[in-house]
Nanobody, 128 residues
Framework: QLRVVETGGGLVQPGESLRLSCSAS????????IGWFRQAPGKEREAISC??????????AYVPSVKGRFTISRDVNKNTVYLQMTSLNHEDTAVYYC???????????????????WGPGTQVTVSA
C-alpha cells in the first residue's frame, strides 16, 4: 500500500510563499498521477492540483482558485512531488495532502484515486 508523507507547511504572512513536498518510498510512486488536496477548517477536502506521470507527459492541472499562484512539479529521482505556492492569502489556510489520482487533465475535474488512507498532511497557516 502506498504511503505518502507531506512536508513543508508552516506559518506565513499574506503574500509570502511556501513549497510543499510529497514523498513516498514505494517504487511505484513515479508511475502514479499525483494530486494535491487541502482541507480548510470547517470545510470539505478539495482537490487543487495534479500532475500526471512522465509517461503521460507530466501534464498538470489546477483549480481556478490556485491557478497562476501554485505550481506543481515532480522529481522522479527523489520520488517527490512538489507544490510551490506563491502569493498566499488567508483562504489558503488548510491542511494539505497529496494522494494518487486516476488521471490528470486540465479538461476534467481532479479526483481522488487513493485507497482511502490519507497521509498525515502538512498544515499551512496564512496570517498577519
Amino acid at each position: 500500500q502506498l504511503r505518502v508523507v507531506e512536508t513543508g507547511g508552516g506559518l506565513v504572512q499574506p503574500g509570502e510563499s511556501l513549497r510543499l513536498s510529497c514523498s513516498a518510498s514505494s517504487f511505484i510512486f513515479n508511475a502514479l498521477h499525483i494530486g494535491w488536496f487541502r482541507q480548510a477548517p470547517g470545510k470539505e477536502r478539495e482537490a487543487i492540483s495534479c500532475i500526471s506521470n512522465e509517461s503521460n507527459g507530466g501534464n498538470t492541472a489546477y483549480v481556478p482558485s490556485v491557478k497562476g499562484r501554485f505550481t506543481i512539479s515532480r522529481d522522479v529521482n527523489k520520488n517527490t512531488v512538489y507544490l510551490q505556492m506563491t502569493s498566499l492569502n488567508h483562504e489558503d489556510t488548510a491542511v494539505y495532502y497529496c494522494a494518487p489520482v486516476p488521471y490528470c487533465s486540465a479538461l476534467h475535474p481532479i479526483q481522488y484515486g487513493g485507497s482511502g488512507e490519507w497521509g498525515p498532511g502538512t498544515q499551512v497557516t496564512v496570517s498577519a
